[in-house]
């Protein structure tokens, strides 16, 4: 049961007893590999359909940031208010984007093997709203406490979204989803000798 093991043990799977009878050495059981295929797919389904969702929080976040670098460097020069309604504004700009972005990721119901990382995905999508949210709350309450709630949901999405990052490359390591390069066609020697020599062009 080597192969098995070394197929469903990081997930879990497989590590037991099994009722389909005695297996020999390094030959998986029948109802575990086609498990394993399926979950497989399952994975492959799940990682498509959140794909958008990952590219539109990228995106947003670009932007975003320029926005944010624009707000640090007012603060060497301007009064607390006029920060405090630039970030306001940023706040009701960005915050429905990552709404949208929660919106798409949470319409994707993953498989148990991405069960982790959906939940990964989602703490990142909802820490970076919520950071806007502070954003908003501080022009509106014109409060500066709310910058550094802001910056504490900043640093939680970042947490989750490393952490999203590891489980979806832990994902495709398990399940095997690279995907393989085409072989170059290698010439035959006699190919190779017919090749012209590279003309040496005069100055």
């Known amino acids: 049961m080597g192969l098995v093991h070394w197929l469903f043990g990081p997930l879990g799977l497989g590590t037991g007893t099994t009722n389909a009878g005695w297996v020999p050495e390094g030959e998986p059981a029948e109802d575990e ?3 394993f295929h399926e979950t497989r797919r399952a994975v492959i389904a799940y990682l498509r359909a959140v794909r958008p969702a990952i590219r539109l929080t990228t995106e947003i976040k670009k932007t975003w940031f320029v926005e944010l670098g624009k707000l640090y460097g007012l603060i060497a020069t301007s009064p607390a208010k006029l ?7 940023i706040g009701y700009e960005y915050q429905p984007q990552f709404r949208q972005a929660l919106a798409v990721l949470q319409s ?6 991405a069960r982790e990382l959906h939940e990964s995905l989602v703490g990142w999508i909802s820490q970076l709203e919520a ?7 501080a022009g509106r309450l014109n409060d500066q406490r709310q910058l550094g709630d802001f910056r504490e ?4 999405g970042r947490q ?4 999203a990052s590891h489980q979806r490359a832990h ?4 399940f ?6 085409k072989p170059t066609p290698k010439r035959s020697p006699l190919t190779r000798r017919a090749l012209p020599a590279p003309a040496v062009q005069s100055a």
């Open 171 to 174: 994902l495709i390591a398990n």
């Open 108 to 113: 994707a119901e993953p498989p148990e093997a």
């Open 176 to 181: 095997r989803l690279v995907a393989r390069a």
């Open 160 to 163: 989750a979204g490393r952490r």
């Open 33 to 35: 590999v086609a498990r």
């Open 153 to 156: 949901h900043l640093n939680r």
């Open 131 to 137: 950071a806007c949210l502070c954003l908003k709350d």
């Open 83 to 89: 920060i405090l309604s630039q970030a306001g504004e």
